[in-house]
T-cell receptor, first 115, second 113 residues
Framework: DTGVSQDPRHKITKRGQNVTFRCDPISEHNRLYWYRQTLGQGPEFLTYFQNEAQLEKSRLLSDRFSAERPKGSFSTLEIQRTEQGDSAMYLC?????????????FGPGTRLTVT | GDSVTQMEGPVTLSEEACLTINCTYTATGYPSLFWYVQYPGEGLQLLLKATKADDKGSNKGFEATYRKETTSFHLEKGSVQVSDSAVYFCALLPTGANSKLTFGKGITLSVRP
């Protein structure tokens, strides 16, 4: 088990462009989470999947953001028409169901810079 | 809504000094409480956890006790090392939910040799 992986690790884009990030959770984990972390702040919850179902979305997730987990395995987070305020670290985490389901395991993050 | 408040940082200590990082929370019911650590250039790692009142979480010489009466979960270590230099986040998971963690702002610890 190699842990949660995210791709790319860094992304620089111009304002107005679309970007897509990928997260591969730990293989036996049913739950997958996306968080956003800005400089000097703790991570903030964006959205959460159980298998392929998106169960909760934060108000932080504007209409320009969309997340999918089509086969209940990897997930993608797309940001359309990026803005400078979208610059942040995007973190993915996964957790199992059952007794240890409260433990979320985080990936290394994708750092987005919008110029 | 739920919230986590951490003491202001950064904190700079000499090696072998004692560490206390304060964390208080606001939540209904009995949330689970966590400390995560982020080493330079790495992702968040779970350091320790406590799931009910008076539980003590411990790992790598760090300890934190879930205090319901003071809604606190302070992180302590008796003798810090240079390798403990990192950012530390306190977080809570609401009662009965297995969804979003709510994090504090984090505090940067630097340990001098």
């Amino acid at each position: 088990d190699t842990g949660v992986s995210q791709d790319p690790r860094h992304k620089i884009t111009k304002r107005g462009q679309n970007v897509t990030f990928r997260c591969d959770p730990i293989s036996e984990h049913n739950r997958l989470y996306w968080y956003r972390q800005t400089l000097g702040q703790g991570p903030e919850f964006l959205t959460y999947f159980q298998n392929e179902a998106q169960l909760e979305k934060s108000r932080l997730l504007s209409d320009r953001f969309s997340a999918e987990r089509p086969k209940g395995s990897f997930s993608t987070l797309e940001i359309q028409r990026t803005e400078q305020g979208d610059s942040a670290m995007y973190l993915c985490a996964s957790s199992p169901t059952g007794g240890a389901s409260y433990e979320q395991y985080f990936g290394p993050g994708t750092r987005l810079t919008v110029t | 809504g739920d919230s986590v408040t951490q003491m202001e940082g950064p904190v700079t200590l000499s090696e072998e000094a004692c560490l206390t990082i304060n964390c208080t929370y606001t939540a209904t019911g009995y949330p689970s409480l966590f400390w995560y650590v982020q080493y330079p250039g790495e992702g968040l790692q779970l350091l320790l956890k406590a799931t009910k009142a008076d539980d003590k979480g411990s790992n790598k010489g760090f300890e934190a006790t879930y205090r319901k009466e003071t809604t606190s979960f302070h992180l302590e270590k008796g003798s810090v090392q240079v390798s403990d230099s990192a950012v530390y986040f306190c977080a809570l998971l609401p009662t009965g939910a297995n969804s979003k963690l709510t994090f504090g702002k984090g505090i940067t610890l630097s340990v001098r040799p």
